[in-house]
Structure formats: C-alpha cells, structure tokens
C-alpha cells in the first residue's frame, strides 16, 4: 500500500518561507517518481517539481531560484522549501508518487498516482 502523508503550509505575507513535508511510504519513496503539486483557487492543478529515483530534480519555471526539493532517506520524507513567496503561491500543495518512468509528466500522477491529503498556502501581500 502506498501512502503519502503531507504536512506543512500556513499563512505568510509576501517574501516569507514555509516548508512542506511529506512522508512517503518505503518502496515508493526508493523506487517511484514523486512530485510537488499545487492549485490555486479556480485553477487546475499544476506540477511544482518532481524527482525521479535517480534524484534528478525538474521545476516548473514558474518556482525555479525560489522552491527547492529535498530528500530525507532515513524518514522516507520529501520536502518542498518555498522561499520569495508571492500571492501567486497561494493555493493547496500535495506531493504526489506514481510509478513509472518520464517524472516531470505530470498528467501521469493524475491518472496513475498516489496523494497527499494537501495543505494550504496562503500569501499576503
């Protein structure tokens, strides 16, 4: 069975921190691919970053400089360090893990992946 169990967020005002965490069941956490999402009100979900069990890292341009992923391997835990934080960053965060290959192709999670239960970001300007 694979879980995934997110923590984190909060509410910041712009060019604050907040970092998220997620605890990832063990086969998963070594073998699948796992991502940061987000969707701000209104919108479709969107893939941050994701990771592939080589560690080889891909962010959307849009977090680049500002969001970093990180990897725990004693906790099977990711992270998503979110700094420079705009009003655009609103929204819930969930990490995500699928198997197979092609990381960075996020549609796959929505078809194939498993979830976090997601929490809420919320900047202020």
């Known amino acids: 069975q694979v879980t995934l169990v997110d923590s984190g967020g909060g509410s910041v005002q712009l060019g604050g921190s907040l970092r998220h965490s997620c605890a990832v069941s063990?086969?998963?956490?070594?073998?699948?691919?796992m991502a940061w999402f987000r969707q701000a009100p209104g919108e479709e979900r969107e893939g941050v970053v994701s990771v592939d069990k080589r560690r080889t890292t891909k962010y959307a341009d849009s977090v680049k400089g500002r969001f970093t992923i990180s990897l725990d391997d004693a906790e099977n835990t990711l992270y998503l360090q979110m700094n420079s934080l705009k009003p655009d960053d609103t929204g819930m965060y969930y990490c995500?893990?699928?198997?197979?290959?092609?990381?960075?192709?996020?549609?796959?999670?929505?078809?194939?992946?498993?979830w976090g239960q997601g929490t809420q970001v919320t900047v202020s300007s």
């Open positions: 995500a893990a699928r198997p197979g290959d092609n990381c960075d192709s996020y549609r796959d999670y929505e078809d194939s992946g498993y």
């Open positions: 063990d086969y998963a956490y070594h073998v699948y691919c």
